[in-house]
């Protein structure tokens, strides 16, 4: 079957045109609505301005950064190898940076190609926040394994452990049991970001909610990089926490007073 080329060409024409559009603020500016968001739902902002020459400058007017920083350290993208593919990324879309503000300049009738490439810049620059975190996180897992066994003998604790007599216990494992806890059974939760500082929270508040007797233990890779909210709501319902495993000595003995 031959495909209609001109059929083709103007039914995705027509699709996207359905999918963007422009509205003015009360500020004066305008402002494309597109189908392109982040993680949270918010909509990619983008502004658009006549320049001086005629043609069009599409930008962001720095607002990607700003809601970056929402929950992460946009400074690290200036530093190291997140700068170094920050700068490939803004290079190979052809978009132009300055003070934290994406912008595309174009012709008219150009405003779509121009459209896109400052999308995948965007999208790219967003995705430079997970860059390593895989990796940090595996290590941070593996620093803290570590130190357990070297402190503890492989008896007195089980990795994993699912919680007996609560529904959906699946769902809600614990990193490490101490068995050895001579009163309620002592759970500890490795902390590396946070998304896993969330996890731990909805975890012991669930056990909390169907009434386990436990006591609980968070180690942090870094207690300064859990957003302010997440820590208050993590507090309100774990017991002792361990600001990094830098602190080894001060988690040894956290868990040890559970244990004795």
Known sequence: MAFDLEHLQASISKSLCDTVGVHQREDGLLMLDTPFAFPDGDHYPIYVRETTSGR?????????????????????????????????????CGVREESGR??????PDQIA???????????????LTEFGQVRRTSEFNEELRQILSRKFSEKAFTPDYIVSGIPDRENYPVDYCFNGATRSPLFLYGVPNQ????????????????ELQFNSVIVFENRKSIPTKDMARLETVSGTTVSSLAAEKELVQALQVWMD
Do not use: C, P, W
């Open 113 to 127: 190609e121009a459209l896109f490439r400052l999308v995948q810049a965007i999208t790219k620059i967003y995705g």
């Open 56 to 92: 069009l400058e599409l930008s962001d007017l720095g607002h990607t950064l700003m809601h970056m920083s929402y929950d992460h350290d946009v400074d690290t993208l200036y530093r190291g190898n997140r700068a170094t593919h920050r700068e490939r990324i803004v290079s190979q």
């Open 195 to 210: 998304d896993k500082a969330r996890l731990t929270t909805i975890n012991l508040l669930h056990f909390k909610v169907n």
């Open 102 to 107: 994406f912008s595309v300049e174009t012709a």
